[in-house]
C-alpha cells in the first residue's frame, strides 16, 4: 500500500516548472471566455518556468501544495497593494489544477497563507476575484469574505470588473 502525502511548503528554486504549469492549466480554467484569448494567453506565456524561479530568487511568498511529490496548488502573499482599504495583507494569488478543485486543498492553502501574513503582523486580508469567475467569488464568500469594493483592470483595452473580499 502506498502513502500519499498532502503538504504546504514555501517554493524553492526548482519549483519553477511545477508552479508554471499549475498557474497555465489553472488559468485557462477559470479565465477562458472571461478574458480575452490574446491577453489570456500572453498572460500565461509570460508566466514560464524562469519567471516563477525569478519569483522565489526574489523572495515573493509562495507557498505550494503538493500531493505525492507533484505540485498541485500555490498561494503567493503579501501587503495589501490597494492603499485605499485598510486591511494589512493580500493574496495576491491562488490557484489549484481544475481536477484538485473543490476537494478542501484551496482552503488548506488560504488558510495556511492568511495564517502566515497574521504571523507577520498583518491585520486583515484581501483579496481581489474578477467579477465573472464565479468559482472564485463563491470559494472566497465560503470562506468568510465580504465584497465591500469593485475596480476594473484593462485586458486588451477591454475593461473588467474585479470584486475585493476582505477579512478582518
Known amino acids: 500500500m502506498s502513502l500519499l502525502t498532502i503538504d504546504i511548503r514555501p517554493a524553492a528554486v526548482g519549483d519553477g516548472e511545477g508552479i508554471a504549469q499549475v498557474h497555465a492549466e489553472a488559468w485557462q480554467h477559470a479565465y477562458a471566455g472571461i478574458l480575452p484569448f490574446t491577453s489570456l494567453r500572453a498572460m500565461i506565456n509570460r508566466r514560464d518556468a524562469q519567471w516563477w524561479v525569478r519569483a522565489v530568487r526574489r523572495g515573493t511568498s509562495i507557498l505550494l501544495l503538493e500531493m505525492g511529490d ?12 490597494a492603499r485605499a482599504l485598510p486591511q494589512d495583507g493580500e493574496i495576491y494569488e491562488l490557484y489549484l489544477l481544475p ?50 469594493a469593485e475596480g476594473h483592470e484593462m485586458f486588451a ?12
Open 70 to 81: 507533484k505540485i498541485v496548488g500555490y498561494v503567493t502573499y503579501g501587503l495589501n497593494r
Open 157 to 168: 483595452g477591454k475593461a473588467i470588473k474585479k470584486i475585493a473580499y476582505v477579512w478582518d
Open 99 to 148: 481536477e484538485y478543485q473543490g476537494l478542501g486543498l484551496g482552503k488548506r492553502l488560504f488558510s495556511t497563507a492568511r495564517d502566515d501574513l497574521h504571523r507577520l503582523g498583518c491585520s486583515g486580508l484581501v483579496v481581489w476575484t474578477l467579477d465573472e469567475n464565479i468559482n472564485a467569488n463563491s470559494f472566497y464568500a465560503q470562506m468568510g469574505g465580504k465584497d465591500i
